[in-house]
């Protein structure tokens, strides 16, 4: 089983980035993104659901963030617009099937992608 992401970047603040993670081996009922800046806990960004494509987001992307999913490709996206310094941090999305509590909860997901370094310049 492997999570494949990409997509981060260098971008100004106000600008836009799509993350992309590629799951192979298997499907999850729950995929999401959660992200690490430099000397912080990682914490939840967005997740989504199937079936049904259920979203919950963190307060502090509501509105600007937009997470999808394409269940033929086995992929979830994260699309970021009106990106802030505060943004900057290493995303990494996780999948998770069968736990029915803590949907944004980095210890309840039990697969990992690599990262993807996302840094916004003010």
């Known amino acids: 089983v492997q999570l494949q992401a990409s997509g981060g970047g260098l971008v100004q603040a106000g600008g836009s980035l799509r993350l992309s993670c590629a799951a192979s081996?298997?499907?999850?009922?729950?995929m999401g993104w959660f992200r690490q800046a430099p000397g912080k806990e990682r914490e939840f960004v967005a997740v989504?659901?199937?079936?049904?494509?259920?979203?919950y987001y963190a307060e502090s992307v509501k509105g600007r963030f937009t997470i999808s999913r394409d269940n033929a490709k086995n992929t979830v996206y994260l699309q970021m617009n009106s990106l802030k310094p505060d943004d900057t941090a290493v995303y990494y999305c996780?999948?998770?099937?069968?736990?029915?509590?803590?949907?944004?909860?980095?210890?309840?997901?039990?697969?990992w992608g690599q990262g993807t370094e996302v840094t916004v310049s003010s």
């Open positions: 996780a999948g998770r099937d069968g736990i029915l509590t803590g949907i944004t909860t980095a210890t309840t997901y039990h697969h």
């Open positions: 081996g298997r499907t999850f009922r729950e």
């Open positions: 989504i659901r199937r079936p049904g494509s259920t979203t």
